[in-house]
């Protein structure tokens, strides 16, 4: 998956290519008017994802990121193993999916969303189509700074009293206009989340800085699920992100903020370091490559793939 590795800013006069030169098998680039947009991602999807065969994708050597530019996108985006999706605008906001889900690997109820690791999503706008917007994981899953405009699950019921086992998940920095609804989730931490309501719930339910959880309570009496809720965030740097403004790329670098609660609608407090400035790495590169580029003060984006590195970096 994209992400960025911190290091010192010194001085230097290399510069990178902005845009960059994305590996097109592994990173999607999508505009609002692209019409082949729905197909692209079907076609992922075919091979990454689905309940037909059980766990589609799991363990294969596809990685994905899927960028998605400022606008209204008309398309449902389905994520499967090693897919990404990121918005590329300022705000949540800037970006619209039509819709956005995370469903069961099996219709097996044994099964269900067991599976679901290796996948995430962050910075979009969602408006959920015919129900909620499903989030079916079971960790390693991140969803941030995402607004939903509607009600979100947890867990996706296909039949069976496990009620499609989900178990476990992290999101921080959402904001969802409607009900969380946890079902089978047998653990979950929301750190940053604003909700109008939270239902159901197996173990414990972990809210730090959050809004609409409910109170802490210590067992599972009088319909009460277990659940620990803290005040505010003590102290949290957000994920760096990438935005697009037309052709131009510029990498966000969140600033630290303390006693947070709630999301942050917007990060005017952020570092705005231009592509110029950031080494685009791949999966071909080896560790002298990238330790070279950041010798040299430039900032770091791995694009996905599998990194073969015989060297720390």
């Known amino acids: 998956m994209l992400s960025k590795l911190s290091t010192f800013v010194l001085a230097t006069s290399a510069l990178e290519p902005n845009p960059p030169s994305w590996d097109t098998d592994h990173v999607k680039v999508f505009e609002p008017n692209d019409l082949d947009a729905q197909s692209i991602l079907d076609q992922i999807h075919s091979t990454q994802g689905g309940m037909d065969?059980?766990?589609?994708?799991?363990?294969?050597?596809?990685?994905?990121?899927?960028?998605?530019?400022?606008?209204?996108?008309?398309?449902?985006?389905?994520?499967?193993?090693?897919?990404?999706?990121?918005?590329?605008?300022?705000?949540?906001?800037?970006?619209?999916?039509?819709?956005?889900?995370?469903?069961?690997?099996?219709?097996?109820?044994?099964?269900?969303?067991?599976?679901?690791?290796?996948?995430?999503?962050?910075n979009v706008h969602v408006v959920p189509q015919g129900g909620p917007m499903i989030w079916a994981v079971s960790q390693a899953s991140p969803l941030r700074r995402t607004v939903i405009d509607g009600d979100l699950s947890l867990f996706h019921y296909t039949g069976g009293p496990a009620a499609g086992y989900a178990s476990g998940g992290y999101m921080a920095d959402v904001k969802v206009n409607g009900k969380i609804s946890s079902g089978s989730q047998q653990q979950f931490l929301m750190r940053n989340v604003e909700m109008n309501e939270w239902e159901n719930g197996v173990w414990n339910m972990v809210f730090v800085g959050s809004k609409g959880g409910p109170e802490s309570h210590c067992g599972n009496d009088e319909g009460t699920i277990p659940s620990t809720n803290i005040e505010a965030t003590p102290i949290i740097a957000e994920k760096p992100y990438i935005v697009a403004d037309d052709d131009k790329f510029i990498l966000f670098k969140p600033h630290v903020e303390t006693n947070k609660v709630g999301v942050t609608p917007g990060f005017s407090n952020a570092d705005e370091i231009d592509f110029s400035q950031v080494y685009v790495a791949s999966e071909n590169d080896s560790a002298d490559t990238i330790n070279s580029k950041l010798s040299e003060g430039l900032h770091l984006v791995l694009q996905p793939g599998i990194y073969n590195l015989d060297a720390p970096i």
């Open 53 to 122: 065969p059980i766990n589609n994708g799991q363990f294969n050597s596809n990685r994905y990121a899927l960028l998605f530019k400022q606008g209204q996108h008309n398309v449902n985006v389905d994520i499967g193993y090693y897919v990404s999706v990121h918005g590329l605008g300022r705000s949540p906001t800037d970006t619209t999916l039509g819709n956005m889900m995370v469903l069961n690997s099996a219709y097996d109820f044994t099964i269900g969303a067991l599976n679901n690791f290796w996948r995430s999503a962050e």
